[in-house]
């Protein structure tokens, strides 16, 4: 849901139309990527996700592909355990 706030508060009019439309049509918001996947693979419905689950799911079901360019960018990070043995080299690594 956390897409439709942003939708529902956007500058761009094609984002709060999408928005409006799904709010009139609730029937067709998915609860969970797992539902939205499903409906995807029997056809005839798009589902928005969150660009790393996005390709998570396309490098392991040939069923699913993204379309499109992303619709925003965004940042990663990689969580390890304060003072950890490799985090020193893994910096090294990406610097």
């Known amino acids: 849901m956390t897409l439709l706030l942003l939708w529902q ?3 761009d009019p094609m984002y709060r139309q999408m928005y409006k ?4 049509n609730s029937e067709v918001l998915a609860s ?10 029997r056809g005839g419905y798009a ?3 969150e660009s790393t ?3 998570y799911i396309t490098e392991r079901d040939c069923e699913v592909s993204r ?10 990070g990689i969580a390890m355990r304060k003072g950890a043995y490799h985090g020193p080299h893994i910096c090294l690594l990406l610097s």
């Not at 439309?21 to 009139?24: E, I, N, Y």
């Not at 379309?67 to 990663?76: A, M, P």
């Open 9 to 11: 508060d956007s500058t």
């Open 32 to 41: 969970t990527n797992e539902q939205g996947l499903s409906w995807v693979k």
């Open 21 to 24: 439309t799904m709010m009139k």
């Open 47 to 49: 589902f928005f996700m």
């Open 67 to 76: 379309v499109g360019d992303l619709l925003d960018s965004k940042g990663y």
């Open 53 to 55: 689950s996005i390709e």
